[in-house]
């Protein structure tokens, strides 16, 4: 699933697998709102992760729990790239995919965040996105990944 903030690190654009995931609407999801659905535990890291590479204009990852609908937990990764724009190469904010991790839970896992790191999700066997922005986007971040794998 991708999503879209701007500068300001506030979501402007969630993929439409949100709702089916975590139960929220996309209007709610949208500003801060998905912050609601993040697990109270991890809400720090993520956030502070997301100020710094903000502060930074740097790419980041991040793992975190999500609130399904009826409570269970999930783990997710994401990771998240720069959008710089026209005319004059300003940051406009970032491009970002979110990617359930398997398996869904495990004792062992611990929120995180890297800044200048951008870690691709892991592939999953689940069918192309149906959106075209999202296959775009899904595109333009793999990408990235690889040309900051290969330098």
């Known amino acids: ?48 992760t997301v100020e710094e590479a903000r502060k930074a ?26 959008s710089i724009g026209p005319p004059d190469y300003s940051f406009i904010g970032y491009l970002g995919s979110l990617t359930e991790l398997a398996p869904p839970s495990s004792n062992s896992m611990t929120a995180y965040g890297n800044v200048n790191t951008f870690v691709p999700p892991p592939s999953r066997a689940e069918p192309m996105a149906a959106d075209h922005l999202d296959q775009i986007a899904d595109h333009l971040i793999l990408t990235n990944s690889l040309i900051e794998a290969n330098g």
């Open 1 to 48: 699933m991708i999503f879209v903030t701007d500068a300001n690190g506030q979501t402007i654009y969630t993929g439409n697998e949100w709702e089916t995931l975590t139960g929220q609407s996309i209007g709610e999801s949208l500003g801060l709102g998905w912050l609601d659905r993040v697990h109270p535990d991890d809400r720090k890291v993520v956030l502070d």
């Open 57 to 82: 204009i740097s790419q980041f990852s991040i793992r975190y729990r999500v609130i399904r609908p009826g409570g269970s937990m999930v783990w997710v990764a994401v990771g998240c790239i720069p």
